[in-house]
């Protein structure tokens, strides 16, 4: 069984081009392969060829909510198998001449990123990191402590030390701070 990654998938560019991938997307059918149906490969499934081509093993199926986020707001969710989704991404804003912005996280093999892709296809940015600092950084902060708060209580962070080690995004000095407190409240050893 692998891990998910979630990704968050969007697209902008010149009215033609957003119409011709919207009127892509309207045609693909429920539980067609959205990888194939929008990109110009038409190889079959092989593991290492999918990988290199999308950047994960497996496809995302076409279904309504990914159709109707696509055509109503030109961005879409989905998971992926072990790790983005960033090849296909590139695929898609070349065959169709469009900007394209993936962001992507999964939290049990801890990384994350953001990258951002030109009409050609090409990265014009990347940004990787790990999942919490993603999550401090992109996301609710809430989320960020109570995750922390968990993770001290669980044991996986001992010391004050592991807390700055660990933490290093966390450049805020309140929120450091915080986050300090948050272990010496929560630290099973000290409860």
Known sequence: MPNWC?????????????????????????????????????????HDAWYEEFGTKWSVMMEDDI??????????NCETAWGSCTEFVKKVCKKYGVEGRIEYSESGNDFAGIVEIDVDGDEVSR????????????????????DFV???????????????????????????????????ENVPSKN
């Not at 969007?10 to 149906?37: P, Q």
Request: charged content about 35%.
């Open 67 to 76: 159709r109707d986020t696509l055509e109503q707001h030109d961005y879409f």
């Open 127 to 146: 940004e990787d990191m790990t999942y919490n600092e993603y999550q401090y950084k992109h996301l609710d902060t809430d989320c960020f402590f109570e």
């Open 150 to 184: 968990f993770n001290v209580q669980e044991g996986w962070i001992e010391s004050e030390e592991d807390v700055r080690k660990d933490y290093p995004f966390v450049t805020d000095k309140e929120d450091m701070d915080d986050l300090i407190a948050l272990f010496n």
């Open 6 to 46: 979630s990704n968050c998938i969007s697209f902008e560019g010149t009215k033609k081009a957003m119409e011709t991938l919207r009127k892509d997307v309207a045609s693909i059918e429920n539980g067609h392969c959205i990888f194939t149906a929008l990109t110009d490969y038409k190889g079959e499934w092989n």
